[in-house]
């Protein structure tokens, strides 16, 4: 089974910053999915960004962009010129590319809560 | 677009009674839709996933006669509480992926179950 590791419970970063969220994982597949989702207080889960593993290229959305590290099994994301809008729980997960079922579900990591100071 | 939403966003009920949660795929076809659990600041568990027009998939630890899912068509999933009990309070979250893109899954709000 696949596992999901967000190592940092909690940051925080000054408006306008640069900020980098941690997640690691474990598993024996070859070719998979990798997601962050943010969750603000409202608890709506918002899709930040999304990468496949068969691609190199690290996924970027707008602000957004990851360090997609396959050996090591690392997905950092990095949020660029912090806003206070961007303050919200952000959860790592993973999908595997596999049989039907078995293949659709997500694990996710355990979270970071990410503050934004003004 | 991919909108997901449920309905209620919020619900107290009398410990021993039903509740239904809905989930609705707006703007797209939802071939799969999946149903989580969220303790306060604690990660998604997942429930059970569902796919159109056949019985849900339930994880390991989760009754399927107390959690009824119903998944009757490409736009609605429906998960209802039976004989809802205090523990049973929490915020629940379905989500659902396309037919065109079924890697990823697009979140409804939540709903919030209290049971008194």
């Known amino acids: 089974a696949q596992t999901v590791t967000q190592s940092q419970p909690e940051m925080s970063v000054q408006e306008a910053e640069t900020v980098t969220l941690s997640c690691t994982y474990d598993?024996?597949?070859?070719?998979?999915?990798l997601f962050w989702y943010k969750q603000p207080p409202s608890r709506q889960m918002i899709l930040v960004i999304r990468?496949?593993?068969?691609?190199?290229q690290n996924a970027t959305e707008n602000r957004f962009s990851v360090n997609f590290q396959k050996a090591a099994k690392s997905f950092s994301l990095k949020i660029s010129d912090s806003q206070l809008g961007d303050a919200a729980m952000y959860f790592c997960?993973?999908?595997?590319?596999?049989?039907?079922?078995?293949?659709?579900?997500?694990?996710f990591g355990g979270g970071t809560r990410l503050m934004v100071k003004p | 677009g991919a909108v997901v939403s449920q309905h209620p966003s919020r619900v107290i009920c009398k410990s021993g009674t039903s509740v239904k949660i809905e989930c609705r795929s707006l703007?797209?076809?939802?071939?799969?839709m999946f149903w989580y659990r969220q303790f306060p600041k604690k990660s998604l568990m997942l429930m059970a996933t569902?796919?159109?027009?056949?019985?849900?998939?339930?994880e390991q630890g989760v009754e399927k006669d107390k959690f009824l899912i119903n998944h009757a068509s490409l736009t609605l999933s429906t998960l209802t509480v039976t004989s809802a009990h205090p523990e049973d309070s929490s915020f629940y979250i379905c989500?659902?992926?396309?037919?065109?893109?079924?890697?990823?899954?697009?979140f409804g709000p939540g709903t919030r179950l209290t049971v008194l």
């Open positions: 989500s659902a992926s396309k037919r065109e893109r079924a890697d990823t899954q697009y």
């Open positions: 598993t024996s597949e070859s070719d998979y999915y």
């Open positions: 990468q496949e593993a068969y691609k190199q």
């Open positions: 997960a993973y999908r595997s590319v596999g049989v039907y079922n078995a293949g659709n579900m997500l694990t």
């Open positions: 703007d797209f076809q939802a071939t799969t």
């Open positions: 569902s796919n159109e027009g056949s019985k849900a998939t339930y």
